[in-house]
């Protein structure tokens, strides 16, 4: 990694609402660029787990743009459905990205499992990584998780993605019904940021 401290880089995502969570974690005095400032499409990500298709995107996002880049792949892991959608948890959201869609799948999938899963405790888990990737080809990866369960029906509309059915655990509310400040100090993104804050 350089030696001096990172000022400029490039947030590798096309998640709007992903980029808005990484860039509230960032220091302010960045200048942070995303790849629709670049018209960058995303890359194939055909990497076997998430801190495979993050270093897929940290590095792709990287050299089309010849900045630093800080990416993120993260998803929804649930226990009943054998850790789905876990990297495929955009894809759940069809060629749109739609998160209702995605959610929607979830509870099916669940109703296949168990008819009865709604007055269970379904165990999940979001999970985060983050990768770093600059110039001189260095590769900082750090991961973040946080445990909770499955709503049984989808609440709040705070946050994006799958916020609306995830319980954290010890929380009553859903992320989708929590505000930003209070998700983002225990969120997986959170957990998986502390390990490389400090490169800022």
């Not at 669940?110 to 379904?122: E, H, T, V, Y």
């Not at 916020?163 to 010890?170: L, N, V, Y």
């Not at 019904?177 to 390990?195: L, Q, T, V």
Request: net charge positive; glycine share 8%; hydrophobic share 35%.
């Amino acid at each position: 990694m350089p030696k001096k401290k990172i000022t400029e880089l490039i947030v590798g995502t096309n998640n709007r609402g992903k980029l808005k969570e990484i860039k509230d974690l960032l220091p302010n005095y960045l200048k942070i660029y995303s790849p629709l400032d670049f018209k960058i499409k995303s890359p194939a990500e055909n990497g076997k787990t998430f801190a495979e298709n993050s270093s897929i995107k940290a590095r792709y996002f990287s050299k089309k743009s010849k900045l630093i880049c800080l990416s993120d792949d993260s998803g929804l892991e649930v226990d009943l459905l054998k850790g789905q959608p876990g990297i495929y948890s955009a894809r759940w959201g069809g060629k749109k990205g739609d998160f209702k869609k995605a959610m929607n799948r979830v509870f099916r999938e669940l109703n296949k499992k168990d008819k009865n899963w709604k007055q269970k405790k379904i165990r999940a888990r979001f999970v985060c990584a983050l990768t770093i990737f600059s110039s001189n080809k260095k590769l900082i990866s750090s991961i973040g998780k946080i445990e909770g369960s499955i709503s049984p029906a989808m609440k709040g509309k705070n946050g994006f993605g799958y916020d609306p059915i995830f319980i954290p655990k010890g929380k009553k509310l859903t992320f989708g019904e929590m505000k930003a400040s209070a998700k983002y100090k225990i969120d997986h993104r959170f957990k998986a940021f502390k390990k490389i804050k400090k490169f800022f």
